[in-house]
């Protein structure tokens, strides 16, 4: 619960799925669930996540398994029976949210922040009330300031996201919309009188509707647009960062790209703020790469892979969470495309599948999955 959003989003949805698997081994005594557990493991091991660390504290997934098991024989063997039931209520998992709303407010709550002090960072406090009770009041850009002052991330909205249904009206106004559909022509012309605004909606919507626009004449021409924006510019705050990824698509000069990410690495030591769970470095580049993989340009691809690595001071540390690992390993499989791509798009087909099993298939995973099976059907 005290975990920051910020990096154990992904940590903490594979512990509540794997205490959901050993809650569902308890109550049902189910060899077939100890098989799902048994995947979940092996997953867990190729993933190099079987041992987590949160808080200092340190859980072997393996360890508890084992002793959940161990338990279970024990208490089998006493007949203690009833005693069972007390382990599994201690085992309940903290209700799912109806709306987002609730998710939202329960966050807060979890996090140990007072909706007073939202309001003396900006964010209108009679604005939130109103946001708990109908979620069509938030709009995108509010949506994305409230992310940066409360912490939550793209991985939490998504996450929470995926279990509603989804209205016309969210996905004309807001980001749960956003999060699910292509963007609507309404959002696109809402943010018209911002131009970074207009421009990442533009480039959202298309990569919704066709996972190969990245090779496209117009992914081209919108990120010349947003790379001489950029240049223009003396200092970047939130909003051009979220375009400085739809930029270095066009960036292919090496001093330019050095220093771009100078900026970036500086800028994010300075601010401590960003609103992806995983390193700007990282997540900066993978617009270009996947623009270069369509292309076939795999200089490129090997170029901007070795930039993204080489260039993130806190690769090290963040190796140890789910999310840097994940997508560290797939830009490592980016670089041996040109020698057998379909080889190549098996194993991130099978490093996605694996996250799929500790996660759930939910729509980040199908995301990826598509561009995936996209360039398959490109390279076969």
């Known amino acids: 619960m005290r975990q920051p959003a910020r990096r154990s989003n992904v940590e903490i949805l594979l512990l509540q799925r794997f205490t959901g698997l050993l809650r569902t081994y308890l109550t049902m005594d189910s060899e077939v669930v100890a098989a799902e557990i048994g995947v979940f493991l092996m997953a867990a091991q ?81 604005k939130l009330y109103r946001v708990f009770e109908d979620v069509g009041t938030l709009m995108i850009d509010e949506m994305l300031d409230l992310m940066r002052i409360i912490g939550f991330e793209t991985g939490d909205i998504v996450a929470v996201l995926m279990w509603f249904p989804l209205d016309e009206q969210n996905a004309r106004t807001n980001l749960y919309g956003a999060s699910h559909s292509v ?38 021409q919108v990120a010349t647009a947003v790379a001489n924006l950029l240049r223009e510019l003396d200092e970047w705050h939130e909003k051009e960062y979220r375009l400085v ?13 050095a220093m771009w990410f100078r900026r970036m690495r500086q800028d994010h030591r ?31 691809v ?16 963040t190796l140890r969470y ?40 939910g729509p980040l995973v199908q995301y990826y999955q598509r561009r995936y099976d996209a360039l398959w059907q490109q390279y076969r």
């Not at 090997?302 to 540390?317: C, E, F, G, K, M």
Request: hydrophobic share 40%; glycine share 4%.
């Open 322 to 361: 789910t999310a840097w690992r994940w997508r560290v390993e797939s830009y490592r499989l980016y670089e041996q495309f040109a020698a057998n791509p379909l080889e190549t798009i098996r194993q991130l087909k099978g490093l996605y599948n694996n996250y799929a099993v500790l996660l759930g298939d």
């Open 270 to 300: 300075d601010n401590r703020a960003t609103r992806v769970y995983t390193d700007r470095q990282i997540d900066a580049v993978e617009y270009a790469i996947f623009g270069a993989l369509f292309k076939g340009d795999f200089d490129r």
């Open 183 to 220: 963007v609507s022509p309404a959002v696109v012309r809402q943010s018209a009188t911002d131009i970074e605004d207009c421009y990442e909606n533009e480039v959202y919507a298309a990569v919704r509707a066709d996972v190969t626009w990245f090779g496209t004449e117009r992914a081209t």
């Open 245 to 257: 990824k739809v930029g270095l698509m066009v960036v292919t000069n090496e001093d330019e790209l």
């Open 302 to 317: 090997r170029q901007l892979v070795r930039l993204a690595l080489t260039n993130n001071p806190s690769l090290t540390n």
């Open 46 to 126: 190729q993933m190099g996540v079987r041992e987590m660390t949160m808080n200092t504290v340190q859980t072997s997934l393996v360890a508890v398994w084992t002793r959940l098991q161990l338990s279970k024989q024990q208490l089998h063997a006493q007949k203690m029976a009833e005693t069972l039931p007390a382990i599994i209520t201690d085992l309940t998992l903290q209700p799912r949210s109806q709306s987002f709303g609730e998710a939202l407010r329960r966050r807060l709550k979890d996090k140990h922040i007072r909706v007073r002090s939202l309001e003396a960072l900006g964010f209108s406090k009679s």
